[in-house]
């Protein structure tokens, strides 16, 4: 089985981007079903993988990503920040702010920072104010 599994699945190289698929549990139903990080280094067989947001702190193993073809996050521009998990990462790239649905439920047109969203640097979505105007949209 490992003879098949290293047949079929390509030796990656640093440098080269991969697409880590995120589990469902770390993810609202909106959010994107995959990150895209860079291969940092190899250690083992078992590969250091870095995004956009920081350096993944787990190894991963050839069968939990996919090597793209082209090249979207280069070594530099991962951060030299502590490593974080994969769903940290994945919260990170959330529309809405990690696993669930969140709303702000404001009734001064998300003028200010009391605005759950606005604080947290999001956008308002339709699920926080049924038909209000927004400044935050």
Request: with cysteine; hydrophobic share 25%.
């Amino acid at each position: 089985m490992k003879t098949n599994s290293e047949n079929r699945l390509r030796e990656g190289k640093i440098g080269e981007s991969v697409k880590i698929r995120i589990p469902d549990v770390d993810k609202a139903r909106s959010d994107l079903r995959s990150i895209l990080g860079v291969i940092m280094s190899v250690k083992n067989n078992n590969y250091e993988i870095g995004t956009t947001e920081g350096k993944l702190q787990q190894l991963y193993a050839r069968n939990q990503f996919e090597i793209c073809k082209e090249s979207f996050v280069q070594i530099e521009t991962v951060p030299t920040t502590p490593p974080i998990s994969l769903r940290e990462a994945a919260r990170k790239f959330s529309n809405l702010f990690g696993q669930g649905y969140d709303w702000c439920n404001c009734k001064q047109q998300c003028k200010t920072n009391k605005c759950r969203c606005r604080a947290a640097g999001k956008l308002c979505t339709s699920k926080c104010h049924d038909s209000l105007s927004c400044h935050n949209k």
